[in-house]
């Protein structure tokens, strides 16, 4: 179904999970933060793939496969529109993940005992332990950015640890995955810039929330996971500057990345190719082409604009009750609530919900620095998206106090 206008009956529609029940009672899915629903439009393009289209792409001559190449090639370009960037920047990975590793393993012999790489205590574990095991592979010191007691950046005590500091590479990410806050990157970046700092940017949480021109930003790395912006799972993408692409060492070596090889030397091809050996996920990428296609139907602000006013609105029902304590900024958010109710374990509080058909995460969110700094052993993350409406948040309240009546 096509979308013209933020009309979100009709967008619900096109999100066929939406549609189901959970123990009884409709679903209310506050977990996108973890993965988006797939609207109609992508479980149709991944189908296709395989009942129709199926054959491998960058090998064959014959027709299937020549039309499998260019399909996943016009992918790249319209992925690399999306973020402003050229096509020959976007190299396909199996997620977020991978695309940190693939750097953190790309930049071995570029780093050196007398580096110093600077990661934050709100990012995911996906951009902190890749940045441990560099640092400790290389002797390299591995800095942490200050944070404040509440968890947000104090922008100009950030600029002057990197000016300090003047680290190799600066890992941080454009949204908490736990918080939802938004990270104010543009002056981090100035300052990393100043001092010859590369950034890479974990844009797993703002890539659908945000959706950033990535040569406005400026940041040298910015990678994404697909199944976070309504596409399929084990897909994702880094995008880095050509040259610099080019200065990494192959992640994996293997077919389809090579120029030439003999029994006993190989050489490489430029990016994106040499980052992409063996047969890829081209199912995925044709899904998330869809998803693309489906959020270029929409228009960006009108999403924004449903966020934030969800957003606030939840906020606002969520502080009323009784004990709940918010580690949330509200101003600068995507759309996630990280909260707990007075000490009661936030596995217990989302078993309970979950009997209400309330689909929440509990625990530490892949981020137990985070937890530490915040004192907590985990949360509770409501997380919404531009398919949520207010019956969505009025079912979660309702549940949420229904729940806690049990407790206390
Ligand atoms: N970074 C952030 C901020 C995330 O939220 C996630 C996923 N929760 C990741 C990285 C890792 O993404 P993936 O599991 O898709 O590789």
Known sequence: MSVTSFDLTKIRQDFPTLKQTINDQPLTYLDSAATTHKPQCVIDATNAFYSEQN????????????????????????????????SNEIVWTKGATEAINLVANGLKNQITSSDTVVITPLDHHANIVPWQVLTQQTGATLAVLPLNADATF??????????LHKPK?????????????????????????????????????????LKSNLNTLDCDFYVFSAHKMLGPTGLGALYGR????????????GGEMIETVTLTHSTFREAPAKFESGTPNIAGV???????????????QDIVNHEQALLQYAAHKLLKIDGITLYSELKHNIGTLCFNYKNEHPYD????????????RSGHHCTQPLMTHLGING?????????NNRADVDNFIFALQNCIALLD
């Open 169 to 209: 590479l600066l890992a941080i990410s454009q949204a908490s995955n736990t918080l939802g806050n938004i990270t104010d990157l543009a002056p981090l970046i100035r300052c990393a810039k100043s001092v010859g700092c590369l950034v890479l940017v974990d844009g797993a949480q703002g890539a659908l929330h």
């Open 154 to 163: 104090d922008i100009d005590a950030c600029c002057d640890f990197i000016a």
């Open 349 to 360: 509080l989302a078993t309970l919900l979950d009997g209400y058909g309330v689909a929440l």
């Open 379 to 387: 949360s509770l993350r409501a997380s919404l998206a531009f398919y």
């Open 242 to 253: 050509s040259a610099l692409l080019n200065s990494l060492l192959p992640y994996q070596t």
């Open 286 to 300: 044709l899904g998330f082409g869809a998803a693309l296609d489906y959020l270029n139907r929409l228009n960006h």
């Open 55 to 86: 054959a491998n792409v960058h090998r064959g001559r014959h027709t299937l496969s020549e039309q499998a190449t260019q399909r996943y090639e016009q992918v790249r370009d319209k992925t690399a529109a999306y973020f402003g960037v050229a």
